[in-house]
């Protein structure tokens, strides 16, 4: 079993920047790529950024030019750099990995941690 559990958010004024890890945990043999995701009140949940094993990301155009995902392989470890917070960027932010939980496995799996609050003041 693979665990996720992110750390890092909290209330901060509008332009303000906030830094989410995302510390991954358990049996993990490999983890494919990292993201987070995010789902504010009465909308659904979105991809925010995404990083892969071999460096390659993906970001949400809201949040591109404003948000740098970065990955410690090493330490199973990724983070989200948000800076120029807006209003809009408030949401619960979800912490996700696809992971081979098994050496001697073949499948990836989702794995997600519990989330963290992110809420930026206008």
């Known amino acids: 079993q693979v665990q996720l559990v992110e750390s890092g958010g909290g209330l901060v004024q509008a332009g303000g920047s906030l830094r989410l890890s995302c510390a991954a945990s358990?049996?993990?043999?490999?983890?494919?790529?990292m993201g987070w995701y995010r789902q504010a009140p009465g909308k659904q949940r979105e991809l925010v950024a995404r990083?892969?094993?071999?460096?390659?990301?993906n970001y949400a155009g809201s949040v591109k030019g404003r948000f740098t995902i970065s990955r410690d392989n090493a330490k199973n470890t990724a983070y989200l750099q948000m800076n120029s917070l807006k209003f809009e960027d408030t949401a619960v932010y979800y912490c996700?990995?696809?992971?081979?939980?098994?050496?001697?496995?073949?499948?990836?799996?989702?794995?997600w941690g519990q989330g963290t609050q992110v809420t930026v003041s206008s």
């Open positions: 996700h990995a696809a992971a081979t939980p098994n050496v001697a496995g073949y499948m990836s799996y989702d794995y």
């Open positions: 358990g049996n993990i043999f490999r983890i494919n790529a």
């Open positions: 990083v892969t094993s071999g460096g390659s990301t």
